[in-house]
Every structure is written in structure tokens, then in C-alpha cells.
Antibody, heavy 116, light 107 residues
Framework: EVQLVESGGGLVQPGGSLRLSCDAS????????MDWVRQAPGKGLEWVGR??????????EYAASVKGRFTISRDDSKNSLYLQMNSLKTEDTALYYC???????WGQGTMVTVSS | DIQMTQSPSAMSASVGDRVTITCRAS??????LAWYQRRPGKVPKRLIY???NLESGAPSRFSGSGSGTEFTLTISSLQPEDFATYYC?????????FGQGTKVEIK
């Protein structure tokens, strides 16, 4: 069964950091570009960023709203995707999804709340 | 960034109705557009890829059309399970951008 399982969400103060993880199974993770997508409470979907696969040198792309603060990485030996979030703002509060957009594979999401 | 503008933002419709949702891009994106359905409590599910191709397993009452800057998602005969929020996504250039969503509610 194709599966993505996110973890690492929680409550953090503004200006703080958090690292999300996503464990993949049931497909050849190393062959896939992987994305993070988020949804703030009561809002729509927002694409956060992408890491490409080894063939494409693991290059990354980011939304303007997170560029310079968030870093996407991956460890193909562990079938894992990561999202390092620094300098968090209240507007980063959202449900964060690990996604293989090209093949429409979605995790269930992990909630991040930025609040004092 | 490319702005994706969906209309309407919300609508009420009855079972059996024909429903059309529009997505406009702020610049041309060829046919690099997908449509997603988001039911409450469920993860988004892609219905249409490359503007007009029906995803495997998606009901044939869903169809997509358009190219360039204007796109439509049509539901030919609305079913109870179709009451959901629909999003378009452009994947022509980075950053990828979603439309703001169209909530389809029961009349």
C-alpha cells in the first residue's frame, strides 16, 4: 500500500523552529519529486515547496511566503522527507501535507500551530 | 508568481444539476493545470490532469477543458458525494499555485 505518514507537528512560539518528517512506503521514494502543501484553518491549499529526486540533483523550489525560512530535504536511504521550519510566524499555522504531486500521493497531514 | 482565480468561490446546487467551475490564470500556463476535490475530513484527490485528462478511477461525470489562461471543471450531473471543495493547481512554472477553492454546497 502506498503511504505517506507525517510527524513532528505541534505548538511552537513565534520565531521558533520545528522540523516535520514524512515517512514513505509502498513505492520507490527515491524516484519521486516530493512536495509539501499546507492548509491554514478556514483557508485553501497552499503549495509550500518541492525537492526533486537524485536524477535532478535534489534541487528545491519554494513558495515566496516561506523562502529563506523553510528548507526541504530528503534521505532516500530512509525513505524520508523533511521540512525544517525556522523563524515561524503565526500565519504558518496550518495542516502540513507531505505530497507526491506528480502521482497524487498524499499523507494525512500534521498540524503546526504557531502561537504565544 | 502566477495567480489562479477561481469562480465562483461558493455555490449551492441540487443533485442532478450541471455544475461548472472556472479557473483563470494571470498568465498563460498551456495545459499545465490540474483539478482537485477535497471532501471534509479527506485528503485532496486529483480528478483532472493536464487540463482535460480524467484521472484513473475518477467518475466520468467530471470533465475539464481549457488552455492558456482559462479553464473549466464541469460536473455533468451532481451526485451527493460531489459536495466538496474544488481547487485548481497550475504546474507550469514555480512556485506552483492553487486557486482559492470553490465550495459546492447542497441547495
Amino acid at each position: 500500500e502506498v503511504q505517506l505518514v507525517e510527524s513532528g507537528g505541534g505548538l511552537v512560539q513565534p520565531g521558533g523552529s520545528l522540523r516535520l518528517s514524512c515517512d514513505a512506503s509502498g513505492f520507490t521514494f527515491s524516484d519521486h519529486n516530493m512536495d509539501w502543501v499546507r492548509q491554514a484553518p478556514g483557508k485553501g491549499l497552499e503549495w509550500v515547496g518541492r525537492t526533486r529526486d537524485k536524477t535532478n540533483s535534489y534541487t528545491t523550489e519554494y513558495a515566496a511566503s516561506v523562502k529563506g525560512r523553510f528548507t526541504i530535504s530528503r534521505d532516500d536511504s530512509k525513505n524520508s522527507l523533511y521540512l525544517q521550519m525556522n523563524s515561524l510566524k503565526t500565519e504558518d499555522t496550518a495542516l502540513y501535507y507531505c505530497v507526491g504531486l506528480i502521482d497524487d500521493i498524499w499523507g494525512q497531514g500534521t498540524m503546526v500551530t504557531v502561537s504565544s | 508568481d502566477i495567480q489562479m482565480t477561481q469562480s465562483p468561490s461558493a455555490m449551492s446546487a441540487s443533485v442532478g444539476d450541471r455544475v461548472t467551475i472556472t479557473c483563470r490564470a494571470s498568465q498563460g500556463i498551456s495545459n499545465h493545470l490540474a483539478w482537485y476535490q477535497r471532501r471534509p475530513g479527506k485528503v485532496p484527490k486529483r480528478l483532472i490532469y493536464d487540463a482535460s485528462n480524467l484521472e484513473s478511477g475518477a467518475p466520468s461525470r467530471f470533465s475539464g477543458s481549457g488552455s492558456g489562461t482559462e479553464f473549466t471543471l464541469t460536473i455533468s450531473s451532481l451526485q451527493p458525494e460531489d459536495f466538496a471543495t474544488y481547487y485548481c493547481l497550475q504546474h507550469n512554472i514555480y512556485p506552483r499555485t492553487f486557486g482559492q477553492g470553490t465550495k459546492v454546497e447542497i441547495k
